[in-house]
C-alpha cells in the first residue's frame, strides 16, 4: 500500500493551494480517503473526508467553507482544495485511508503547508 501526498509549500494568507495524493496496492473504491493535519504541539485532527461509494464529504468545523475534497476513481487520487488559506492552517497534512469496515488503515509521509506572509 502506498499513499503518496503532493502540492504542498508556502502559500500567504488568503491564498490557496492544492493538495494531491496517489494511492496504490489496494482497492480504491473500497476506502474512506481522507486528510488530516497536525501542527506543532498539537493533536492529528480531520481535515475532510470522502466515501468510496457516493462520495459523501465530511469536513472538520474550521475548514467547511473554504476546503474541498475529491476523488477520482479512474486516476486512484483524491484531492483537497484549499482556499482562503490563514495562518493557523500551517500543518503538515496527511492523506489516510480506510477500509470501510475500519479494519484497514494507512498513513502518507505527510506534506508541509505553511501560510506566511
Known amino acids: 500500500v502506498r499513499l503518496v501526498e503532493s502540492g504542498g509549500g508556502l502559500v500567504q494568507p488568503g491564498g490557496s493551494l492544492s493538495l494531491s495524493c496517489a494511492a496504490s496496492?489496494?482497492?480504491?473504491?473500497?476506502?474512506?480517503m481522507s486528510w488530516y493535519r497536525q501542527a506543532p504541539g498539537k493533536e492529528r485532527e480531520l481535515v475532510a473526508a470522502?466515501?468510496?461509494?457516493?462520495?459523501?464529504?465530511d469536513y472538520g468545523d474550521s475548514m467547511k467553507g473554504r476546503f474541498t475534497i475529491s476523488r477520482d476513481s479512474t486516476k486512484n487520487t483524491v484531492s483537497l482544495q484549499m482556499n482562503s488559506l490563514k495562518p493557523e492552517d500551517t500543518a503538515v497534512y496527511f492523506c489516510?485511508?480506510?477500509?470501510?469496515?475500519?479494519?484497514?488503515?494507512?498513513w502518507g509521509q505527510g506534506t508541509q503547508v505553511t501560510v506566511s506572509s
Open positions: 489516510n485511508a480506510r477500509y470501510y469496515t475500519g479494519r484497514y488503515n494507512y
Open positions: 496496492g489496494f482497492t480504491f473504491s473500497t476506502y474512506v
Open positions: 470522502i466515501s468510496g461509494v457516493g462520495g459523501s464529504t
